[in-house]
């Protein structure tokens, strides 16, 4: 290659060049020590929940009056992916969720839509709706969770210590929120009996009405006088419970005092607010959450730091324990990774070292740290961590990055062998291969670009190995264009005497291979052809995989019991179970949300929303065996002393939360009518081994007792619906009438009947009801009580009710191929259903089809991409051919490795594959470069194929051996396993054939024969 030569260039300018690496390695390492640490990298949550409360509203009303409402402006969004909604009576949640296509940067700004849409219509509600609310912080990730447990204090006085720490913490830096767990809100109860003031005379409203005013804030005036401003305050406001007890009420023209007529104590919220409970013991949490881009080992020392010296002032009897410690997680996950680098490192360093010698190896090893040590001042520019993903990048790198040193090293060692002295055997270098190398390194590039420009979850997820990889392709070219040169200079030496020309034994091993593979080129392409197409035959046996679960020792166990039960129903399942844990010897530690779900508290959890009926238990298992036995142990545990519930027990997951794995969606227009179909849906999959725990995120009816208001009967009475309504509202649950304001907190003041009548419906219909005159009416004299049946919430998907059927996939199953298994019991139920009827898969399928989806919809860009840059490399539509012919037969490799060592193809290891192909098609490059290189040199072209080919041998077998024993230190893990065992088969297996099929494709195309041209 004529032009200018960047290998000569920095030879002449060897100061500057020497003064440049010293530089880069500094900042390398200054880069390196301050790059952020976290466990996985930042996705983008797509979903925002819209809350909205109407108090008293029927299921049937809420849902046409306020669901309804909503969720049609909700579907105008822009970027709208769906709107999911469950309906309660008198309540709705609506999560609104985004497409994967979204840019992370528009999502705030849909957001900010979204809520002006809202208060648009916010007028057209029903009077009374409270609401609506927006949570868009859906992706808050609470990594570092303290739990505080109290031994001879009330729930109250551990609170105040509590929330003094978090004041304390919130001015660590990095902390950007902390939320209190398990808290309870204190109420003052005041309990009468709705007989004895009916005796007494007294209006139940009277007294509320006496207790408000008295402790109105309102303002008194202020007194201008002069140059002074005195201001006028009346007293009367509560500041305890004794003053409510000291209150007069006045009935039938004299005083009652109100400790004569009620029982007034100070309480907390009954029924109780979501419980947080610490081994066994009822604790308050602190959930800390880091700022966007802090390092998180950094901020778990400060935050355990200013932690010691909290808890130095806690009295005796309050213990901080520390429930989930994501710092100490990340610096054990990055550790590990940090001992496969160098592991990776050390073997790619002792593959130069034995494969090239002392010298030239030494040159190819130091080009290793060079290169890295540029490429984490760039990632910490375009603000990427040290994480899981950016870790395993890196690693997959390594092999790629020390391709274009070794290339570089192996022309300089034949030149200074030909006699070339050490600068002409650089510049050669250069001249020879450089522009092929550099197509090479974008041709891989290429192959990861699926992975960059994917437009999902999953793909921005993965974004990291695009970026990491690309960087590190092209800062590996300029090095070993600049630098490797200049080290080879000093390094390298010519060999004593004259070239022997004699080659080892085993490259004279691959001549004879690649001079038979030459000769019967037919047969040749035939076997190969013919592997490729067996490879496609038995890839369907090949499991499928979206994400493996995490190699972390946490087992996440939902309990879900019957939807209308209370949360005391909830609190007991939940302390049973404590029982069951507290003796098992692979439990290291737990803790028990209930009535909610876990905080996220590691990023990819599926969070699921406050229910009474609801519990989640998050238990740390001492490692990953005893994780192994806890699970198997609790499901049949579960199964029997738990029948009664819907349980499920799963590792954490990796990649976008998913949930249930196998899901079908039943949509349609009538409730009824979903129900029935997902049931006669539930009964077919039942009928398959494939999967186990069915269930339903609704179905089961709640009872509920219809008041029947004689309309008539109550007009002659003076009274109205809303009166009843009323009335039975403040004996039942109670009405709060006033706030009670006490320090940082407002505690409510909530009048209700007694135990007695608030439990019982016998004593709801003996309710004496106050009438306009001053009598008195029992509610039995102008209603009666009717039970009922009414769904106790409704899901719906894109306006329309859906029931999901929820299962896991049975022992040894994933769910792809549970899914596969069901597919045609399905498709002949949604084939039979009635129109407007409809049967989707949801779960881990249609989360890794979307995924899936948004890379290969890329994949016509890369080979767009690739065979621009092969074109402007080879200027040959037939030589392109040769080296496109040559990339799908890594496929072969790939499908071997996978069935031998029993992984599965998951989405990570389809990004291993579509970076397979750059890497493949850089190694025919430079081989198809060789060969026209050879052939302008040479008269006998045959000899010139072979002499190119076996020259390409030692650079291009060596590359592959280092990046397949490189991956060796990542493919025991769960999360990187399957694309290096993936990436390693088809490597091996295609350079191989790039080194023997590659050549006898060229013969035949070109029509090079070895009789016209002499024996080779």
Known sequence: MSGFNLSAWALRHRSFMIYCMIAVVIAGA????????????????????????????????????VTERLERKLQETKSLDFVRSYTTAGSTTIFVNLKGATAPADVPDIWYQVRKNIGDIRHTLP?????????????????????????????????DY??????????????????????????????FSTRHLAGLGIDRSQLIRALQEQNAVSPSGVVQSGDEKISLRVSGGFQSEQDLLSVNISANGRLVRLRDIAEIRRAFADPPQPLFRVNGRSAIGLAIAMRPGGDVLALGANIERAMKEATADLPLGIEPILVANQPQIVEHAIGDFMTSLWQAIGIIMAVSFVSLGLRAGAVVAISIPLTLAIIFPIMQLIGIDLQRISLGALIIALGLLVD?????????????????????????????????????????????????????????????????????????WFVAVLFTPLIGVFLLSKPDGPASGEEGRVLQAFRRLLLAAMRARWATIGVTLACFVISLLVSPLVPRQFFPASDRPELVVDLSLRQNASIYASQEVAERLEKVLKDDPDVASWSAYVGRGAIRFYLPLNVQLAHDFFSQFVIIAKDVEARERLHKGLESILAERFPGLVTRIA?????????????????????????????????????????????????????????????????LLGLSSQALANALQGVATGQTITQLRDDIYLVNVVARATDEQRASLEALQSLQIPLPNGGFAPLSQLATFEFQQESPLIWRRDRTPTLTVQADPAAGRTAETAVAALAPAVAAMAASLPPHYRIETGGTVEESAK??????????????????????????????????????????????????????????????????????????????????????????????????????????????????????????????????????????????????????????????????????
């Open 30 to 65: 200054n880069a390196y020590a301050s790059l952020g640490r976290d466990e996985d990298p930042a996705f983008t949550f797509r979903t925002m929940v819209v809350q909205a409360f109407w108090p008293g509203a029927t299921m049937d009303e809420t849902l046409k009056q």
């Open 127 to 159: 009077a009374g709706v409270v609401g609506p609310g927006f949570n868009d912080d859906f992706g808050d990730t609470f990594g570092i969770i303290y739990g505080f447990t109290a031994d001879g204090f009330s729930q109250r006085e551990l609170r």
């Open 162 to 191: 509590v929330e003094k720490i978090r004041s304390r913490l919130l001015a660590v830096p990095d902390v950007s929120k902390i939320e209190v767990l398990g808290a309870q809100e204190e109420k003052i109860f005041v309990e």
């Open 404 to 476: 274009d040193a070794m290339t570089t090293v192996d022309v300089m060692s034949s030149r200074l062998a030909a006699g070339d002295d050490k600068e002409a055997a650089a510049s050669y270098a250069y001249s020879s291969v450089a522009m092929a190398m550099l197509t090479g390194s974008f041709v891989s590039a290429a192959g990861f670009v699926p992975i960059g420009l994917a437009k999902s979850s999953a793909g921005e997820y993965t974004f990291s190995i695009f970026a990491v990889v690309s960087i590190a392709l092209i800062v590996s």
């Open 651 to 715: 590792p954490l997951e990796l990649g976008p939360p998913v949930g249930w794995p196998v899901q079908y969606r039943v949509s349609g227009p009538d409730p009824e009518k979903v129900r029935d179909i997902a049931l006669d849906l539930a009964k077919a999959m039942g009928q398959d081994p494939s999967v186990t725990r069915i269930n339903f995120d609704w179905i089961e009816p709640a009872r509920a007792v219809h008041v029947k208001v004689d309309q008539d009967q109550a007009r």
């Open 851 to 1016: 995924s899936q989806g948004s890379v290969f919809a890329r994949v016509p860009l890369m080979l767009f991409l690739m065979t621009t840059f092969l074109m402007i490399q080879l200027q040959s539509f037939a030589r392109m051919f040769l080296v496109l012919a040559i990339v799908p037969m890594g496929l072969i490799g790939i499908i071997l490795a996978l069935l031998i060592f029993g992984k599965p193809l998951g989405f990570v290891a389809i990004l291993g594959i579509l970076s397979l192909l750059g890497m493949i098609a850089r190694n025919a490059v430079i081989l198809v470069e060789q060969i026209e290189i050879e052939r302008e040199e040479q008269s006998n072209q045959w000899q010139a194929v072979v002499d190119a080919t076996t020259s390409r041998f030692r650079p291009i077998m060596l590359t592959a051996v280092s990046t397949v024993l490189g991956l060796i230190p990542i493919a025991p893990t769960v999360f990187w396993g399957p694309m290096a065992f993936a990436v390693m088969g088809g490597l091996l297996v295609a350079t191989v054939l790039t080194l023997i099929v590659t050549p006898a494709l060229y013969v035949l195309w070109f029509g090079i024969n070895e009789a016209d041209e002499g024996k080779a």
